[in-house]
């Protein structure tokens, strides 16, 4: 429920972001008296037009997600695609209402700075959104399958970051002599799975070891409506970025030979 | 005498078979390992099994069933003995063999009762000597104990080993003849001859070595005489889980401890692959089919076992156990347990366990 509220009014912020960095660009450029030539009006209009549009590119972009790690060069790269998509919109719109074109200086500070504001409210809103997904009791527990050093390395992480996914319980299929990992408890072998499961109102797993039974643990999430995750180093991959490609458009986890960085975008 | 079973395990190495259900109670080729169990033990000696509080129910309910199987199990031998006499051939209800499967064996009437231990999870539990004696205090046993494991399957008699018994703490050790094997076990070590009740005298103890000395490894059989009660209750409260470890202790105290060496099959179903070769032993290379199941061009190898109202087609199933109610359509299963409810359509598996209500259905 937090976070359908906090998406709305993500999306809500963002579209009033989008206009008022457009209005503050006409102001700039235009100044504060309104031109007869380029009337506010139609420009405001055409903003509004495109602010839908550009919150969909947003969203498929997935700009949005929970996933999402709003302050990195990813994340400012699809806001900067999404933005010239918004201002290419806002010239159609523009064009389409008024049978004409207008300052090209006025289009690129009403893009740049759109992407700045932009930019800079998802990494502010970010942060309050964390603090408030992870409020206790956390909108988003975490099991997390085995206590390696693996497992180890994940929670700390999670923890030190503050993500929305908080982990709150541990089980071992093998059995461990360790009682938590920082600070979260290790509560047992996996026949503790379903009353974890059901006590701590667990919404994602994680498995950190164990792969023979990832089977059964995606059974389980599958029938409680669980999302399961998994640790591409229990599968023995140890690289640090793991895509998911097709062949064929049959999905498969993709370990890229070593190429330059340039061959990642033809491989 | 009075017999023990052990059952108060929570089998976490076998999950996900054991999620919902106690090892004791796992179908063996079609058999709860219980029943298997119980079976072999001579009619007139009382058993008690101790269970944990999570799996109460379910022995209830075995016992339950157990004793409706053996009233209609009577009624079927007083109405077959009757037909035979007047000619007839057709032969009494059995829940799941094919026409070449012995029933089991024995047929005595056991006077059952279930003990529960106040634990629901495995960090609560007694310990297995702490449970024998909780059992002895509280009900003031004062009787030989035949002590036996819940999660043994035992191919020899019981009523042989309890024969043998001359009055001093006696074990039952199975020749597991790879000492490669016996390494996962608890050795044990003997003189060479045995005595004129067949026994062999007990000399000492491997606990899972890395250089057995022998390939006799012990069972969860034993047989415990009422004078040496005393010293297994005081034993229990510094080790209440080491049930081997008492028979070490009576070694160091003086007391004199025998064995009885079987060759017979005898499995510590304690793990999936223990679970399948068992399997494969008991059922053999056919198919072992419980009530109203269907199949349609399917090809079978190995042991396999089909569970009641268990539905196969188009599938190629190698020494696979398929429990209740399991839908399985164009697969290919090799070395596989697949718990109750499954459905699986379209996939290959090998070597895999898969928990009640599993859904693989390929797209």
Partial sequence: MRRIFLTIIWLITDALIFVGAYSVAYFLKVGWIFSSDLPFETFFTATLMTVGGWLIVMITMRNLALSRIQMSPRNFAYIAYACIIGMAGFALSFYFLKQTLFSRLLLLLAGTLSLIFVCMWHILFDQIQRRILRMNPPTYPLLVIGTNREAERLIEKLQRKRSPIVPVAILDGKGTSKTNIDGIPVLGKLDKLEQTIDEKKITHLVQCDQIEHSLNLLSVCRSKGITYMLLPYTLGIIEDRVPAEALEGKQVVAVPRGTSRLGWFFR | ?363
């Fill in chain 2, 1 to 363: 005498m009075h017999a023990f079973i052990l059952a108060g395990g929570f089998a976490t190495r076998l999950w996900p078979l054991t999620e919902k259900r106690a090892k004791p109670l796992l179908p063996l080729a079609g058999v709860p390992l219980l029943t298997h169990l119980v079976e072999k033990i001579p009619a007139g000696i009382p058993i008690t099994v101790s269970t944990n509080a999570r799996f109460a129910e379910d022995f209830e309910e075995w016992k339950h069933s157990r004793h409706a199987e053996r009233s209609e199990a009577s009624q079927s031998e007083a109405e077959r003995s009757r037909s035979t006499s007047q000619g007839s051939e057709e032969s009494a209800p059995n829940s799941m063999r094919d026409a070449s499967t012995p029933p089991l064996q024995g047929s005595a009437q056991h006077d059952v009762s279930i003990l529960i231990e106040d634990s629901g999870h495995e960090d609560e539990k007694l310990g297995a000597l702490g449970a024998v004696a909780k059992w002895i205090v509280e009900e003031k046993i004062d009787d030989d104990v035949l002590l036996l494991a819940g999660d043994n399957y035992m191919g020899f008699s019981i009523a042989s080993f309890i024969e043998r018994f001359t009055g001093k703490p006696l074990l039952a050790a199975y020749d597991i003849r790879s000492k490669e094997a016996a390494k996962k076990f608890g050795i044990v070590l003997t003189e060479n001859s045995s005595n004129a009740s067949g026994t062999i005298r007990v000399t000492g103890f491997q606990e899972k070595p890395a250089e057995p000395q022998s390939t006799l490894i012990s069972t969860g059989c034993y047989l415990l005489p009422a004078e040496s009660l005393q010293e297994l209750m005081s034993f229990s409260q510094s080790h209440p889980d080491n049930i081997g470890g008492v028979f070490e202790h009576f070694l160091s105290e003086g007391t004199e401890v025998e064995c009885v060496s079987f060759g017979e099959p005898w499995f510590d179903i304690g793990s999936f692959d223990a679970y399948l070769e068992a399997t494969k032993v008991l059922v053999g290379e056919r198919v072992l089919r419980g009530e109203k199941t269907l199949e349609r061009d399917t090809e079978f190898h190995g042991s396999n076992v089909i569970g009641d109202n268990s539905k196969i087609a188009r599938s190629t199933l190698t020494n696979v156990v398929l429990f209740e109610h399991c839908e399985v359509e164009d697969c290919v299963l090799e070395n596989c347990i697949v718990d109750d409810g499954c459905i699986l359509r379209g996939v290959d598996l090998s070597g895999k366990m898969l928990r009640a209500g599993t859904h693989l259905v390929q797209r």
